[in-house]
């Protein structure tokens, strides 16, 4: 138990945000799931089942943006494609999902989804086999994202690509995954994506118990990757990360193999964002290639800049910040969201460049600029 002796004295540490984070968010699921399963609907605390999936998507959204976190914010590495990392997980657990409906899909076979089916597809693909088994789905989740971003990284950093040019390249590695996925002989339901989910382990996708239950799982593994990634980025490993992220040709001077940390962090990164994938899926009930698409990459990246990138909870406050005013400003005038998204971005940028979780920073160092400068000016006179 001294691992968890440790952690909570970490948390304790002045500065440290990490116990804070956990209680307020397990605090907050747990009286939002409360007020749905033990309140009448009558009730004015009542939290109905439809915010209760809204709140679940926005975590895995929270859990998405940790993971371009700790790769941009605490390495420097811009990636602009994670949103292939989440797509592919949520890939794996609808896969899974497809393979619950057995005979209740519209055309009754039970061994072929529906989509097949339609396309006179005789039998499941070879890469179908075993999916329809929880822990190999599970398995699948992590283990087809963490490969690609292995060889991805691998290749990459061991050439010594960095900047911009790595960007692009990531960019480049998500679209060329939509267009796979659009097709229809790739076996994952073209244009429309795997949907029509009826169960998972058993219990009914509709009921509220099992909304419940799934808005709960998505807010203990958002804990639980999050006091993770803490504790790797505040250990030694973490101090040569950001060191990497600050002079990458000073710590490889100093003789640390900087591609092996990149690499390996890169990869840390994808499996988180393969979990939110996973995790999306059956919240939401459905997967298709737009998830591939590079405008949500970037839109990432944009939750993390708000929020305040290199701090792990403002990435979290950013992802549902912007998901929230998302949810509400696209209800109002939906053609000109992405006008104010951009405009967000560019203001962040310009007059927020440590985000929201800085502002407070920000103030008090201009206070005290202010303060420096009055009492010079009374030295003077």
């Given at each position: 138990?001294?691992?968890?002796?440790?952690?909570?004295?970490?948390?304790?540490?002045?500065?440290?945000?990490?116990?804070?984070?956990?209680?307020?968010?397990?605090?907050?699921?747990?009286?939002?799931?409360?007020?749905?399963?033990?309140?009448?609907?009558?009730?004015?605390?009542?939290?109905?089942?439809?915010?209760?999936?809204?709140?679940?998507?926005?975590?895995?959204?929270?859990?998405?943006?940790?993971?371009?976190?700790?790769?941009?914010?605490?390495?420097?590495?811009?990636?602009?494609?994670?949103?292939?990392?989440?797509?592919?997980?949520?890939?794996?657990?609808?896969?899974?999902?497809?393979?619950?409906?057995?005979?209740?899909?519209?055309?009754?076979?039970?061994?072929?989804?529906?989509?097949?089916?339609?396309?006179?597809?005789?039998?499941?693909?070879?890469?179908?086999?075993?999916?329809?088994?929880?822990?190999?789905?599970?398995?699948?989740?992590?283990?087809?994202?963490?490969?690609?971003?292995?060889?991805?990284?691998?290749?990459?950093?061991?050439?010594?690509?960095?900047?911009?040019?790595?960007?692009?390249?990531?960019?480049?590695?998500?679209?060329?995954?939509?267009?796979?996925?659009?097709?229809?002989?790739?076996?994952?339901?073209?244009?429309?994506?795997?949907?029509?989910?009826?169960?998972?382990?058993?219990?009914?996708?509709?009921?509220?118990?099992?909304?419940?239950?799934?808005?709960?799982?998505?807010?203990?593994?958002?804990?639980?990757?999050?006091?993770?990634?803490?504790?790797?980025?505040?250990?030694?490993?973490?101090?040569?990360?950001?060191?990497?992220?600050?002079?990458?040709?000073?710590?490889?001077?100093?003789?640390?193999?900087?591609?092996?940390?990149?690499?390996?962090?890169?990869?840390?990164?994808?499996?988180?964002?393969?979990?939110?994938?996973?995790?999306?899926?059956?919240?939401?009930?459905?997967?298709?290639?737009?998830?591939?698409?590079?405008?949500?990459?970037?839109?990432?990246?944009?939750?993390?800049?708000?929020?305040?990138?290199?701090?792990?909870?403002?990435?979290?406050?950013?992802?549902?910040?912007?998901?929230?005013?998302?949810?509400?400003?696209?209800?109002?005038?939906?053609?000109g969201w992405l006008f104010a998204l951009g405009a967000l971005f560019v203001l962040v940028t310009l007059y927020l460049p440590k985000g929201l979780v800085g502002l407070r920073g920000q103030l008090a160092a201009r206070s005290n600029n202010k303060a420096g400068k009055a009492v010079k000016q009374e030295v003077h006179s």
């Amino acid at each position: 138990m001294n691992w968890l002796t440790q952690l909570f004295a970490a948390g304790r540490t002045p500065g440290n945000r990490v116990l804070p984070f956990v209680i307020v968010l397990l605090g907050v699921t747990t009286l939002a799931s409360m007020a749905n399963l033990m309140l009448p609907e009558s009730s004015p605390l009542h939290v109905s089942t439809y915010t209760i999936t809204l709140l679940g998507k926005y975590l895995s959204y929270a859990m998405l943006a940790l993971a371009v976190d700790v790769i941009w914010g605490y390495c420097g590495i811009l990636s602009l494609g994670h949103g292939a990392f989440f797509a592919l997980g949520g890939y794996a657990m609808g896969m899974y999902l497809m393979r619950q409906i057995g005979d209740r899909g519209v055309y009754g076979n039970p061994d072929l989804p529906d989509f097949m089916v339609f396309l006179n597809w005789d039998s499941l693909p070879w890469y179908w086999m075993g999916m329809d088994q929880f822990w190999f789905a599970m398995l699948m989740v992590l283990a087809v994202p963490g490969l690609l971003a292995f060889v991805f990284g691998w290749l990459a950093f061991r050439s010594r690509v960095t900047g911009v040019y790595l960007s692009i390249m990531t960019q480049a590695l998500t679209y060329a995954l939509m267009l796979a996925f659009f097709r229809n002989e790739m076996g994952f339901g073209g244009n429309n994506g795997l949907t029509d989910f009826k169960e998972i382990l058993g219990f009914d996708l509709q009921s509220d118990t099992t909304r419940v239950a799934l808005f709960v799982t998505t807010a203990l593994v958002l804990c639980a990757v999050y006091v993770i990634s803490h504790l790797i980025l505040k250990s030694r490993m973490g101090k040569v990360i950001v060191a990497i992220r600050d002079g990458e040709a000073r710590a490889r001077f100093l003789g640390y193999r900087t591609d092996r940390y990149k690499v390996w962090l890169f990869v840390f990164s994808a499996l988180i964002a393969a979990m939110a994938g996973a995790l999306y899926v059956p919240q939401v009930g459905i997967i298709n290639p737009g998830e591939f698409s590079p405008l949500n990459s970037i839109e990432v990246v944009v939750w993390v800049a708000v929020g305040g990138r290199g701090t792990l909870y403002g990435a979290v406050i950013g992802a549902l910040l912007v998901n929230y005013a998302k949810t509400r400003f696209t209800a109002i005038m939906p053609e000109g969201w992405l006008f104010a998204l951009g405009a967000l971005f560019v203001l962040v940028t310009l007059y927020l460049p440590k985000g929201l979780v800085g502002l407070r920073g920000q103030l008090a160092a201009r206070s005290n600029n202010k303060a420096g400068k009055a009492v010079k000016q009374e030295v003077h006179s």
